[in-house]
């Protein structure tokens, strides 16, 4: 029986598997569990050129395209939600900076699956007399040969690399959910699968006898799993399900200063660029601070 390998790795060894001019699938919705400390370090590294494939996005898409690493992006949304506007997504569409496709959730969600199955192209009536079909991807119309009803061919979302955070895994990528979480984040596993490398950052590691006695937490095993990296409130100052809350303080203040390049380039000196790793950052945002959004009254 081959060895065991362990696959836990430092954030800058792990973003390595990353090149520029990928496809990058990001895992999370909306503003809850994003992987920002993957993030910070795709921008510390400079990548350029990336796609991003996503299903609800926030500040995940919103920073990469303001530090100048995207050349196109795919999602349902991209806001920053009770925040208000992504504000260098939007600057960036409307000056023609990034190549923009819209998705309804349900397409994206296919063509995750899609891609995570092996299908070769995703079927949805979705598109069907909205505005969704004024998109290139959604030219391909196919008729069902049994009931002679119209559907849509979507192509599969194939990335090269997915990230994900979650709560926790097992040195060899044995990735696992906190069984009290929010549900919306499910199609997490999908994006992964979807993906042929796939990188974790995590809350804390455990050993690999307590994954399996929790075998029923493990969402992602070891064979979809390339890094796994050790990252405390990795989401932040997104949410991580209920082992912390959403930072809306942190958020307005990035929304602020993303209002214009100069301020978000200042937001980028101080909190990516200033920062040497994810704990410097943790640094400048304060114990004190990140114990105010910490929860402590949901069991686990």
């Known amino acids: ?41 795709i921008i510390r590294q400079g990548r350029k050129n990336l796609t991003l494939f996503g299903w609800n996005n926030g500040i995940d898409y919103d920073m990469l ?29 409307q000056e023609g900076m990034i190549r923009y496709v819209d998705h309804s959730e349900t397409c ?12 070769p192209y995703a079927l949805s009536k979705t598109p069907l007399h909205t505005d969704l079909m004024l998109n290139p991807e959604y030219q391909h119309e196919v008729t069902d040969p049994f009931t002679g009803e119209k559907w849509i061919a979507l192509e599969p979302f194939h990335a090269d690399v ?12 044995n990735v696992q959910l906190d069984p009290v979480r929010m549900m919306d984040n499910e199609t997490d596993m999908l994006i992964c699968k979807a993906a042929k490398k796939v ?52 958020a307005r203040e990035y929304q602020e200063k993303s209002a214009t390049p100069e ?12 920062c040497k790793d994810w704990d410097a950052y943790l640094g400048i945002i304060g114990e004190k601070h990140l114990a105010t959004i910490t929860r402590t009254d949901i069991a686990r």
Do not use: W
């Open 263 to 274: 301020g978000f380039r200042s937001y980028l000196d101080r909190h990516v660029y200033g």
């Open 162 to 173: 997915a990230i994900m955070h979650a709560h926790r895994a097992d040195p060899y990528g």
């Open 199 to 250: 990188i974790v950052t995590v809350e804390e590691f455990v050993d690999e006898e307590e994954v399996i006695r929790t075998n029923q937490q493990t969402v992602l095993t070891k064979l979809f799993v390339d890094a796994v990296v050790l990252a405390p409130y990795g989401a932040h100052p997104n949410s991580c399900d209920l082992r912390y809350d959403f930072d809306i303080v942190h």
């Open 65 to 93: 395209i303001g530090a100048g690493c995207v050349k196109e992006a795919h999602s349902s949304y991209v806001g920053l939600s009770n925040v208000g506007l992504a504000k260098n997504f939007r600057r960036a569409v």
């Open 108 to 119: 994206s969600i296919d063509r995750f699956r899609a891609a995570a199955t092996g299908a």
């Open 1 to 41: 029986m081959p060895e065991r390998v362990s696959k836990r790795m430092s954030l800058a060894d792990a973003v390595h598997m990353i090149k520029d001019g990928d496809k990058v699938a990001i895992a999370g919705s909306l503003i809850r569990r994003h992987p920002m400390a993957l993030v910070h370090e």
